[in-house]
Structure formats: C-alpha cells, structure tokens
C-alpha cells in the first residue's frame, strides 16, 4: 500500500507531463481506425488534442495555441500558407488596436482618474460606493483589459476598507473604554495576504500573474504628484493612520473584524471583480469571446452577418447594465441589506447607516478624495489620450451605424466601403499615439512665454517599448489558434459532419437548446480559460445551427457572453483571483454569491437574445448569408416563440428554423 501511495504521489507530481502524453494517445484511435472520414477523423484529432491541453493547460494556452501550424499540415489537412494566415487576422488586428489604446490610457494614468471621478459622485454610504465601484469597474474594462482594471480598482477598495473598519473600531473604543488603538485591526505580517500597492510596483498582481493568465496588461502607472492636501479636521486622526498602513502594503487582519466588518469587505472586493467580468461584455473588444466570436463569425459568414462594433454594443450594452445591477442588488442583500437589517435595533452602531456609519463613511471617502488630489490637474497628455479614445469610440460606432436612418456611415466617404473595418480605425488611432506629442509643442508661435524647454519634437504620447512591455502577445495567439482551429474544422469536413449529428436535435426547441448549451458553457468556463472555452465551442455551435436551421448567432451571441460570466471560483478569471488573494474570501463564500450570479446571467443573456435579438440581428429567421446545408432551412418563414414550436410547419418541413 505504501508502495502505491508513492508511485501515486509521484506521478501526480508529473501530472502535466503524463497528460501530454496521455491525452494525443487516447485520441489516437480517431486517426487509426478512421471511423468518421479521412478528413474529419483528423480534425477531430487535432480538437481534441487542443481542448484537453487548454483545458488541464498541459502547457501554456498560448503555446497550445500554435500547435494547428504543426498538425494540420503534417496531417494533410491544410498546407502551412493557409493556417499561419490565421493567426494575424483583421479581428486581431482590432484587438492590437484596441489594446495599445488602453495601455496609453493606462500609461498616463487617465483609467485612474476616471474611476475617482465617478466615485467621488457616488458619495460616502458603502452600498453607494459599491454601486460606484461597479459602474467605474465595468465602464473600464469596457475598453481595458479586465484584469488591470480588477488591478487598479482592488487596491483603491482595500484603501477605503481601512478607514471604515479602522474608523468603526476607534468609535466602539471612544463607546467601550478599550486601550488598544484603533488600527490594530491593520497588521503587517507576512503570513497575511498580499497587498497590492495603488502606485504599481513589485505587489502588483500583474505582475504575479503575468506568466499564468493570457488577458493581462501590465499595471505599472505613471507617477503622479506627491504633494500633502488638508483633511477633514474631523477624522484626520483615524485617516492618517489607516491610510498610512494602505501606502506601505499593510493589510487588514481579517480575524479580527467582526462580521458586519467582514461581510462589507466581502461585499467589496465581489463587486469589483464581478463588474470586470460583466463589463467587458459590452464591447466586442471589452474581453477575448467577444474577439474570438467577431473572428469565427467573419470567417464562415463574412461581414454580412452584420455582426461588428456597434451592432455588439447596441446588443450587450443594455444587458451588462441590467445584469451590473442586479449584481448590485444580489451582493448588498447578501453582505450589506442583512448586517443592516440585523442592527435595526440600534442603528446609531451599523457601519452602514446611521450617525456612528457617517463618520467612517466620511473617512472611507476622504481616501478617495484624497488620492484624487494627489493626480494634481489634469494633463496636456491625459487630455490628449481621452480625445483620441473618443475619436475611435465614435469611429466605430458610426463606421455603419445602422441605428441612424438615412446615414450611412463614414466609411462610405471612401471609395470601396466593403475595405474598410473596425480594425482600421483602431489602428489609425493606435498610430495617432505614436506620433502625437505629450507635451504641449515649443515651434515658433506655439512656445509659451514660460517654456524654457530645448526647441525640438516632444515625446510622443507611446512609444513602442511601452506598448512592446504592455502588450498581451499571448492573447494575439490564443485568439490566431482559435481561427486557425475553426479554419480547419471547415476545411477537413468536421463541421459538416457534426452539423450531420446534430439534426437529430430537430425535434427540440430553439429556445430550450439555447438554454441547454448556455448552462453547459456557464458552468464548463469556471475551470477553464474563457476565451479558450469560446475558441473550442463557437465553431461547433454554428455547425449545430447550421444543421437544425437556425440563424447561427442564435446560439453562438449567448454562448459567447456567457463566457465571461465565470463567477463562482477564484479560478474562473483573473478578476477573481485577484479578489481571493486578500484573504477576506473563502471558496465558499465565492461560489455562494457566484452560484446566483451564474443563474441570472443565464436567464438574462436567454432574455435578451429572444427580445433585443431581433431587432439587431433578425434571429427568429435563417439568414441568407448562411449555408442552407438541408436546402429547406429558407423555405419556411417567420414564426413567433412558442412550445408548439416544432410543428407549426407542416408536415412537409424537416427542420426547425426561426
């Protein structure tokens, strides 16, 4: 026995090696006994192969990523020409656009601003600075990447929580005569979780995580002016000392909060990275689905899908913010409605409401007045990003803004329109950041009285070595391999042949079917990566759309958003790990507030799709840009949603359609 205890423990140790290994034999057969086809055996093959290493992450995702270079042509499948042209395709050149956007942004510091901004509005009483935390979260990863937004947001909530617990403890020491000082809640132990510091440095998370997660953007920021600002005569004992210990990296002994205290932390630390998650859903460059999804879909159907930029937003915009609030709701209710309730009795006590609540929410908001002081005013550089990120916003809203009548679009100003994409604009303004100055220029009549300067170009607002270290590289791949992979599905007849199985789903309603492969989806992307979940499962779904003729984007729009809604394990996204690495939550804690999260999305993102659907993207009928594989799908019409569904077409129809 002991024996076998050991063999086990040893070769857990070389579990991903085993894997590599294991997982390419047990596939074997498919490429030995051939039983679907030459071609599709193949494919399959290699599907499997990518999935079971992106999904253990036998090696790294980005370097499962490159193995269609390899496979396909050494199986005969594709030649090398056509796979490697995958891999820098339009929609990754609009992420590469969007994403050296958002590291000049970050670069001069203007996401920060932004965020204190918006929760200086939001005012001192915790449930509305959740709220403003929230909505600043999900607006920012809208067009940043979600986990430096999570890394930016995180450290400004741990600031906030220091001086409401550190203010609530010096209250009940004035009320109960306790000795001991009111930050000893505040410890700096090393056994303690790890804080992360709002100026970037050696504790910023991306930093940690920057081998392990493939949607990241290094954190650092630019330094900002230190200089000293009056406080609030009224809490300037407790501030001082709280957010002394937030600035050297202390961070708060979470054993020694009661639970009203602990509960408000929870709820604060959810709420930011449950908003990255849910905000990058509204744009389709906010997160990798969304990317992966405007690549599959140009692929197999082109630009008549009519699937780009501003068709995504209209789409998803309203439901991330629905989705925000219910979240909002859902996380107060389970960590600041109860605490609330509880204290009724003697309200003057709550750190929520009531007189004692004030005076700590006061001292949690003079944090965030404070550091917003400290950026000093705004600069001709922050000016000059935020002009050029409006720019492209509208760029790509009124490239074809279908929501306009009459108007339609800029990119009819040129001469062959159909040239013209989202990607273009993003790189126009990403090559817009490279040239135009960051400073204010000193040629002739444009020189201050005041500038002593040395007459010559100033620096530009990006350079390359910025952009080269902030640049997430592995996702441009993880993103090539996923249309390399749905290339040779197409290619090798795999997807044929799984749309071929499929039409035995015939029999089901649409409705129901969406909701199955969403829940499958929801669940499956808590324990792997979301944009290697929506790599895998998008080709599959319109193969299966394909041969139960129903408009692809049906299936392919929910099972994307739902992607992203992986809120139940620190796992899940780097949002969350980010949030568990304080030490305020547990395991438990996360997949009790992440289980009813889940739910909602699925309902909501099923919700959505069978109302605003229509509207954007006609789903309740089979398109003419897809293959009517059947030849029947385009002879049945419109119908309403219904359980009668499947027999509202006669006897003469063979599938259902929409």
């Known amino acids: 026995m002991g024996l076998f205890k050991r063999f086990a423990s040893e070769l857990w140790a070389f579990k991903k090696t085993v894997l590599f290994v294991l997982i390419p034999l047990l596939a074997s057969p498919l490429l030995i006994l051939d039983p679907i086809g030459d071609g599709p055996s193949k494919g399959a093959w290699v599907v499997i192969v990518m999935a079971g290493y992106w999904i253990f992450e036998v090696v790294p995702l980005a370097v499962t990523s490159l193995l269609p270079v390899i496979l396909y042509p050494l199986l005969g499948v594709q030649e090398s020409d056509d796979v490697c042209r995958n891999y820098l395709k339009d929609t990754n050149f609009l992420f590469v656009g969007g994403l050296i956007v958002a590291v000049a942004v970050e670069h001069w510091n203007l996401h920060k601003r932004i965020a204190l901004s918006v929760l200086m509005l939001m005012g001192s009483q915790p449930r509305w600075l959740m709220l403003g935390f929230m909505l600043t979260t999900a607006f920012l990863s809208m067009w940043i990447s979600n986990t430096a937004t999570t890394a930016m947001m995180i450290p400004i909530a741990q600031a906030v929580l220091l001086q409401l ?120 460059t906010g997160t990798g689905p969304n990317l992966v999804i405007g690549g599959v879909v140009d692929d197999l159907y082109g630009a008549e899908a009519g699937l780009n930029f501003a068709s995504w937003m209209f789409f998803a915009l309203p439901g991330m913010i629905i989705n925000l609030f219910l979240a909002w709701l ?114 002739l009549c444009c020189r201050t009285k005041n500038d002593t300067s040395e007459i010559g170009p100033r620096p530009a607002l990006l350079d390359w070595k910025t952009a080269q270290r902030k640049l997430p590289w592995s996702v441009i791949l993880l993103l090539g391999g996923g249309f390399a992979l749905a290339d040779g599905c197409q290619v090798s007849g795999l997807s044929h042949w799984l749309g071929g199985q499929f039409e035995t789903l015939s029999f089901m309603s649409p409705v129901i079917i969406n909701i199955i492969i969403v829940t499958i989806i929801c669940f499956f ?30 299936l392919m729009i929910p099972a994307t958003v739902v992607c992203s809604y992986a809120f139940m394990l620190p796992v899940a996204t780097p949002p969350n790990a980010i949030a568990f690495s304080y030490g305020t939550l547990t ?72």
């Not at 290697?532 to 049906?554: D, G, H, K, Q, R």
Request: with cysteine.
């Open 525 to 554: 992307t808590e324990f792997t990566s979301n944009t290697a979940t929506a790599t895998i499962f998008l080709p599959i779904l319109a193969a299966v759309a394909e041969s139960i003729c129903v408009n692809p984007l049906y």
């Open 330 to 443: 859902w996380l107060q209710f389970l960590y600041l409605g109860r605490s609330c309730v509880a204290c009724c009795r003697d309200c003057t006590t709550c750190i929520t409401c009531g007189k004692k609540g004030n005076t700590a929410n006061k001292a949690g908001h003079e944090v965030i007045k404070n550091e917003y002081k400290k950026l000093g005013s705004i600069s001709w550089a922050e000016a000059s990003v935020l002009c050029h990120f409006i720019v492209l916003a509208l760029l790509w809203l009124l490239r074809e803004p279908g929501f306009i009548p009459g108007f339609p679009g800029w990119s009819m100003l040129f001469p062959v329109s159909e040239y013209i994409s989202d990607a273009t604009a993003a790189i126009f303004i990403s090559f817009l950041l490279f040239v135009f100055p960051s400073q204010p220029p000193n040629f």
């Open 165 to 284: 617990v550190g203010e609530n403890k010096k209250l009940f020491k004035g009320e109960e005569g306790d000795d001991h000082d009111a930050h000893k809640v505040v410890s700096s132990n090393d056994d303690n979780p790890p804080s992360y510091q709002m100026d970037g440095g050696n504790d910023n998370p991306l930093a940690i995580m920057e081998d392990e997660k493939e949607t990241q953007v290094d954190g650092e920021e630019k330094s900002a002016n230190k200089q000293d600002f009056p406080k609030n005569p009224e809490i300037e004992d407790t501030t001082k000392e709280i957010e002394e210990s937030a600035v050297t990296g202390d961070t708060i002994d979470w054993e020694k909060l009661n639970e009203e205290e602990r509960n408000l932390s929870k709820g604060l630390m959810l709420c930011v990275c449950y908003a990255a998650n849910i905000g990058g859903t509204a744009t389709l």
């Open 587 to 658: 395991v438990p804690d996360m997949a009790k507030a992440g289980i009813v999260m889940n739910i909602m999305g699925i309902c909501l993102i099923n919700l959505m799709i069978n109302t605003l659907g229509a509207p954007m993207f006609d789903v309740f009928n089979y398109p003419e840009w897809a293959p009517d594989i059947n030849g029947t799908c385009r002879d049945v019409g419109l119908t309403t949603l219904s359980p009668n569904m499947t027999t509202m077409y006669g006897a003469t129809t063979t599938c259902v359609c929409y």
